[in-house]
């Protein structure tokens, strides 16, 4: 049986086997497990750096609608991971081979990776804050003025913008060629890096800045990247923490 085979999500639930959901049901607690380690993980490990100060209303507690969205996130993930999943078994542009990791199809794809997935999310974020779709499916992110959950503030949004920016994700993965280890590094740490800019954490580094999306849930109308200020500094859209810290 192949493994890609062990997996019920194209098949119809009439035709589904015991051994097949038995091995989806792990999946999906893999996935569930990998989720919580990630959100947990994050917030323990980073925790010994200083604080971004609190500036902007905090979201002190969960309605019933922010921890249905979060379900029904964490849901949209394990469709995700498992699309991934299937996609570098088969796709020719992947490379699996110990012999096979060179230079470009790791380092230099893994940097690709995020700054084509920004050109896109930056994109895609600007339009979900036009008027006249904002209100509909981005606003409800927005409610959180200072993130501090980490990856609960991170997924606390609409199930149209999760699964599309999730999905960025496979198009990136797609559209440059690399080393299947680039790939599970692009993804964990992509959720990773999403989680921290949820965080109060000040972690400050030369491409990734998690004040800098502190800013933008101050100012919905600036920094707009996910993981890098790169395309936010070309499309003029681009606001330092310091600019209004002071």
């Given at each position: 049986?192949?493994?890609?085979?062990?997996f019920f999500l194209t098949d119809t639930i009439v035709t589904i086997s015991p051994e097949k959901a038995a091995y989806t049901l792990l999946f999906a607690a893999g996935v569930l497990l990998g989720l919580e380690v990630?959100?947990?993980?994050s917030l323990i490990f980073f925790r010994g750096y200083k604080h971004i100060p609190i500036r902007g209303k905090h979201l002190d507690k969960f309605e019933r609608?922010?921890?249905?969205?979060?379900?029904v996130n964490k849901f949209l993930t394990?469709?995700?991971?498992?699309?991934?999943?299937?996609?570098?078994?088969?796709?020719?542009?992947i490379l699996w081979k110990i012999s096979e990791l060179t230079f470009v199809n790791t380092i230099v794809s893994l940097f690709a990776m995020f700054l084509v997935y920004d050109l896109f999310y930056v994109q895609f974020?600007?339009?979900?804050?036009?008027?006249?779709?904002?209100?509909?499916?981005?606003?409800?992110?927005?409610?959180q003025k200072a993130p501090s959950r980490g990856y609960l503030d991170a997924t606390n949004v609409h199930p149209v913008e999760f699964i599309i920016g999730e999905y960025l994700h496979l198009l990136v993965?797609?559209?440059?060629?690399?080393?299947?280890?680039?790939?599970?590094?692009?993804?964990?740490?992509?959720?990773?890096?999403?989680?921290?800019?949820?965080?109060?954490?000040d972690i400050r580094s030369v491409i990734f800045n998690v004040n800098?999306?502190?800013?933008?849930?101050?100012?919905?109308?600036?920094?707009?990247?996910?993981?890098?200020?790169?395309?936010d500094r070309i499309f003029s859209t681009y606001r330092a923490y310091k600019d209004i810290d002071n």
């Open positions: 049986m192949a493994v890609e085979d062990l990630l959100s947990q993980g609608k922010d921890n249905l969205y979060i379900s394990i469709l995700f991971t498992f699309h991934v999943s299937k996609f570098v078994l088969n796709a020719p542009t974020h600007r339009v979900l804050h036009l008027r006249s779709i904002y209100g509909y499916i981005h606003k409800h992110h927005h409610r993965i797609y559209l440059i060629p690399s080393h299947v280890s680039t790939v599970v590094v692009f993804v964990i740490l992509g959720g990773i890096l999403a989680t921290l800019n949820h965080t109060r954490y800098v999306h502190d800013v933008h849930h101050r100012m919905p109308e600036s920094n707009y990247g996910q993981y890098t200020m790169f395309w």
